[in-house]
């Protein structure tokens, strides 16, 4: 990130693309559905909807959104993460870049969706939370969507303690002119309530 190295890159060193990807191979292999993050955001698309995956990692859910029919952009910092997505989907677009500068990578906006899934937001350069989200919401079309799920303990977060409160998010998407919409406290659309470790939110910005 600008200035810094955000979270995620001072964790893996910005070189766990491969070893990302087999995790969720043995997942898929062993029974487990690797793609309710899909499943959830399709079911708020229309047909051949237009989703910017940022921080989109190795493309799992980028690539089964396009499966799905949906038209799929995805960005993120760590190169070794495109590196597979690049490999597993080399047709669609893939970017390498911050997600502070979104609007440095010329990309089109008017998306019908932006998805933040993986704890992209709580894994961002410290003080970038902010701008970045505020890029995210500028990516959007009228009545388009910033979907994220992010953890909000030590048990859902690859860190001793959450650096981000929905509080703070919550701020950050106001200022952004977002307004939200929905709340769960997983891909599957269990309930949110106070206390839980985990939240998936529906931003909205507003239609024209």
């Given amino acids: 990130m600008t200035g810094q190295s955000d979270r995620w890159t001072e964790l893996t060193g910005g ?24 499943a959830f955001c399709d079911a708020l698309l229309k047909p051949a909807a237009r989703v910017l995956d940022a921080g989109c990692g190795t493309g799992r859910i980028a690539i089964r959104l396009a499966e799905m029919g949906h038209h799929c952009t995805g960005v993120d910092v760590d190169s070794s993460m495109l590196a597979v997505a690049r490999r597993e989907a080399p047709t669609l677009e893939w970017l390498l870049g911050d997600l502070t500068r979104l609007d440095a990578l ?51 977060l690859p860190l001793p303690e959450p ?3 929905l509080t703070d998010f919550d701020h950050w998407c106001t200022q952004a002119g977002l307004t939200l919409r929905q709340r769960y406290a997983t891909w599957n659309g269990d309930p949110y309530h106070e206390g839980c470790g985990y939240a998936v939110s529906v931003h909205s910005r507003p239609a024209m």
């Fill in 163 to 165: 650096p981000v409160t």
């Fill in 106 to 156: 010329g990309l089109s906006t008017g998306f019908d969706m932006v998805l933040a899934a993986g704890n992209v937001v709580p894994l961002l350069a410290p003080g970038t939370e902010a701008a970045v989200v505020r890029q995210l919401a500028a990516a959007l079309g009228p009545g388009g969507l910033l979907v994220t799920g992010m953890g909000l303990d030590a048990a859902h």
């Fill in 15 to 38: 070189q766990a693309g491969e070893e990302y990807a087999q995790r969720f191979a043995r997942l898929a292999e062993s029974g487990h559905d690797i793609h309710g993050e899909a």
